[in-house]
DNA sequence: CTCGCGCGTTACCGGACTTC
DNA sequence: GAAGTCCGGTAACGCGCGAG
């Protein structure tokens, strides 16, 4: 048994002790910087509600109005910082302030029953601001725009067009129509029965009120024009049922398969330049969440299932699960074992991947696999083919405006990639995924 | 690691309501 | 009355987490 020399004792000692001095410290100030972090955060959360509140009363408020009014006409006077007050007050002082209700407090408490008699009376609820909870999705940093195509649930976003502000039949309280929104959503076929094909929804400049066209991808001649969402959605919905023999009944909501409802849409839509002029709109308010569980179709077996497959990715640093994948980016990573391999399900015409075929393999079987593709894969990868077909070019035409063509007239840009050797799954894909993701945002446009 | 349960989210549907 | 809009209910789905 060898004994430790009291001088090299007392220098571990007191090492150690410096160790844990200093490892004291350092939990000290951790916990001082998360304390000020949290409370960074309720101050932005407090800022960004009061902001949001007083932009909201302001809009409502006659003496803004008519600023907005004057801003429209080009008679602001200038920035709003060096207009005339005095002029305004009186104004201001006599203009009835709506107050923006977040909850209905004069409402009865809901009871689980509702009986017909309060069902027969119960009128509409007048449209509030209230605070929607919104998955992550990507934003351009450089531009601070959302990273088109956006998949916002079981749509995709391709394009969200311009807001016409000044005709009241481009917005409502609930919504904005921007000219130019083009929206691709997956649904019944209308020619075959077994099969779901994606539509595209596309909000043109009609006059007076928007157009709202939809064009499904097995039958573009087929496409309706309407001067309304639900006009444009029931001829479908109509030809959709009636091949599966089913009686069409009169519900549908417009909006809801334009994408319009949809939180992340209704928020980027509000967030675009000209949003604060319309006057109509009320504001709504949103907070990130994380991503749990993804909304159900029914009908649509869970291997079809877009949102199984078209789950945004997001790339944030709290956003980690295993079953990321990036529409956007092209890379998808189903939870499917078969889904493995990382996979480009198409790729935009000018898109090269960075990822080079040293690492990915472009294999042979590539256009066999494209065939499986619509059996196997469901509409979210023909979805994504459509909308790398050529519909990133940055203009509101839509997309046969781009190039002449249907989005499913485009061939097919590549089949499955795959990654050579064996690695970790979440960590290859987030690593691909990323690379891939800032490529394809450096690549092409996004409008 | 796998399985099962609980829970949150969301697409779709049906019907009530509104507007013309 | 028809067409369009909105809202609540529901089923389907997937994530988180604990138990084994």
């Known amino acids: 048994m060898s004994t430790i020399p009291i001088e090299k004792y007392k220098n571990v000692k007191h090492k150690l002790r410096e160790v844990l001095e200093e490892n004291e410290f350092l939990i000290s100030k951790l916990w001082k910087f998360r304390t000020q972090l949290m409370a960074v955060e309720r101050e932005r959360e407090y800022a960004s509600r009061n902001m949001s509140w007083t932009i909201s009363q302001a809009d409502q408020c006659f003496f803004c109005s008519n600023l907005l009014h004057r801003l429209k006409k080009g008679t602001g006077g200038g920035a709003i910082g060096s207009m005339d007050i005095s002029d305004s007050e009186e104004e201001a002082s006599s203009a009835t302030i709506a107050p923006v209700i977040t909850s209905n407090t004069n409402a009865p408490t809901p009871s689980t029953t509702v009986t017909k008699k309060e069902k027969e009376t119960r009128k509409r609820k007048p449209v509030t601001s209230k605070t929607l909870r919104i998955q992550k999705y990507e934003i351009d940093e450089s531009t601070g725009k959302p990273v088109l195509p956006l998949s916002a649930g079981a749509m995709t976003i391709v394009s969200l067009g311009d807001i016409v502000y000044d005709r009241p039949a481009y917005h409502s309280e609930r919504y904005i129509y921007p000219v130019g929104f083009t929206s691709?959503?997956?649904?019944?076929?209308?020619?075959?029965?077994?099969?779901?094909?994606?539509?595209?929804?596309?909000?043109?400049?009609?006059?007076?009120?928007?157009?709202?066209?939809?064009?499904?991808?097995?039958?573009?001649?087929?496409?309706?024009?309407?001067?309304?969402?639900?006009?444009?959605?029931?001829?479908?919905?109509?030809?959709?049922?009636?091949?599966?023999?089913?009686?069409?009944?009169?519900?549908?909501?417009?909006?809801?398969?334009?994408?319009?409802?949809?939180?992340?849409?209704?928020?980027?839509?509000?967030?675009?330049?000209?949003?604060?002029?319309?006057?109509?709109?009320?504001?709504?308010?949103?907070?990130?969440?994380?991503?749990?569980?993804?909304?159900?179709?029914?009908?649509?077996?869970?291997?079809?299932?877009?949102?199984?497959?078209?789950?945004?990715?997001?790339?944030?640093?709290?956003?980690?699960?295993s079953t990321t994948s990036i529409d956007s980016g092209l890379v998808h990573a189903a939870s499917t074992d078969s889904m493995n391999n990382v996979r480009f399900d198409s790729a935009p015409q000018n898109f090269v991947p960075s990822v080079q075929p040293s690492s990915v393999d472009f294999e042979d079987d590539d256009l066999d696999a494209e065939d499986e593709r619509d059996e196997t894969d469901g509409p979210a990868a023909m979805a994504n083919e459509a909308i790398y077909g050529g519909q990133q070019t940055g203009n509101h035409e839509g997309p046969e405006s781009h190039h002449g063509a249907h989005p499913s007239q485009f061939p097919p840009q590549s089949g499955y990639a795959h990654f050579g050797g064996k690695q970790p799954r979440s960590a290859h894909l987030e690593s691909s995924a990323h690379q891939l993701h800032s490529d394809q945002s450096s690549n092409y446009d996004s409008t």
């Not at 049922?241 to 398969?257: A, I, V």
């Not at 967030?271 to 709109?281: F, G, H, M």
């Not at 291997?303 to 497959?309: I, R, Y």
Request: proline share 5%; with cysteine; aromatic share 8%.
């Open 184 to 321: 691709v959503k997956v649904y019944l076929s209308m020619l075959d029965k077994d099969r779901s094909v994606h539509y595209t929804c596309e909000i043109k400049d009609g006059g007076d009120s928007p157009k709202f066209i939809v064009t499904p991808e097995d039958c573009p001649e087929r496409s309706v024009t309407a001067l309304s969402a639900t006009g444009a959605w029931m001829p479908i919905l109509k030809a959709a049922n009636e091949l599966r023999n089913k009686t069409f009944t009169s519900g549908l909501s417009g909006p809801d398969f334009f994408g319009l409802t949809n939180g992340i849409v209704t928020k980027v839509l509000q967030e675009l330049p000209n949003a604060r002029l319309c006057k109509s709109y009320v504001w709504q308010e949103f907070e990130f969440v994380q991503a749990r569980g993804g909304g159900g179709k029914r009908g649509i077996k869970s291997e079809d299932h877009p949102s199984k497959k078209t789950k945004l990715a997001v790339c944030s640093l709290e956003t980690q699960s």
